[in-house]
């Protein structure tokens, strides 16, 4: 797999050694390893602070490994930036849960206030009757 210098990369901390990639259930997906047989650095998006109250980055691209994944990770302890700050800094994850939850909630919340609004308007014109 090659790097896309548009997007900051990671690499690994030893060398020598591997480090493992993880799918969105926290399940090994494959490594980063030594040249020349595997890629020891790998384009990432973000990092987040996710299991194990560790910190994470989160892969450019989550194919290409032994299993499919819609979202893969590499631990930052056993990382570093391949050029730190180049293209530009290794932003936060947004956390998106927040809005997701709060669309789950609006429809109903919404609902819920026009049947307040609906009825408290219907008894002011019961009452001036």
């Known amino acids: 797999m090659g790097l896309d210098a548009n997007y900051p990369a990671v690499t690994m901390n030893d060398p020598n050694g591997h480090v493992a990639v993880y799918n969105q259930d926290h399940v090994v997906i494959g490594t980063l390893g030594p ?16 299991w194990d109250d560790a910190y994470w980055y989160r892969l450019l691209n989550p194919n290409g490994w032994s299993f ?5 990770y590499v631990s930052a302890d056993e990382t570093h930036e391949l050029n730190p700050g180049q293209p530009y800094p290794i932003p936060e994850c947004s956390d998106s849960s927040c809005l997701s939850t709060a669309r789950r909630f609006a429809g109903p919340a ?19 009757k």
Request: proline fraction near 8%; glycine fraction near 8%; include cysteine.
């Open 35 to 50: 040249t020349p047989y595997e890629s020891p650095s790998v384009n990432v998006t973000c990092r987040l602070k996710k």
């Open 110 to 128: 919404l609902a819920a206030l026009g049947a307040v609004t609906g009825a408290g308007a219907l008894w002011r014109r019961r009452r001036r």
């Open 68 to 72: 499919p994944a819609t979202s893969a």
